[in-house]
Nanobody, 127 residues
Framework: QVQLVESGGGLVQAGGSLRLSCAASGRSISSYSMGWFRQAPGKEREFVAAISWYDSRTYYAESVKGRFTISRDNAKNTVYLQMNSLEPEDTAVYSC????????????????????WGQGTQVTVSS
């Protein structure tokens, strides 16, 4: 079992930055690809970013490319999401997720392919 706990969310003005953290426990994430997803009020959960365990390749939703950066520190068992140039449309609950041994774009960008999920952290961007 892998337990995931997100932190770093909060209220920020448009144009600002936040860094989310996802701390894992129970197992090493070194063989897990990690993803970030978000869900805005009244909308379905959507893919944001992912990073492969295999070669640390990263994948991003078009809406966040160039603004968000996902990274991982296996020694700390933690994954990060650096979010810059935030927009009101980025307001959502952000959750991290873990996928064991998967590493392709098609797999990592699909919600149903993840094995473990955190509870999420709220990000609110004011205009």
């Amino acid at each position: 079992q892998v337990q995931l706990v997100e932190s770093g969310g909060g209220l920020v003005q448009a144009g600002g930055s936040l860094r989310l953290s996802c701390a894992a426990s129970g197992r090493s994430i070194s063989s897990y690809s990690m993803g970030w997803f978000r869900q805005a009020p009244g909308k379905e959960r959507e893919f944001v970013a992912a990073i492969s365990w295999y070669d640390s390749r990263t994948y991003y939703a078009e809406s966040v490319k160039g603004r968000f950066t996902i990274s991982r520190d296996n020694a700390k068992n933690t994954v990060y999401l650096q979010m810059n140039s935030l927009e009101p449309e980025d307001t959502a609950v952000y959750s991290c997720a873990a996928n064991h041994l998967g590493h392709t774009s098609a797999l990592l960008t699909t919600i149903n392919n993840y094995d473990y999920w955190g509870q999420g952290t709220q990000v609110t961007v004011s205009s």
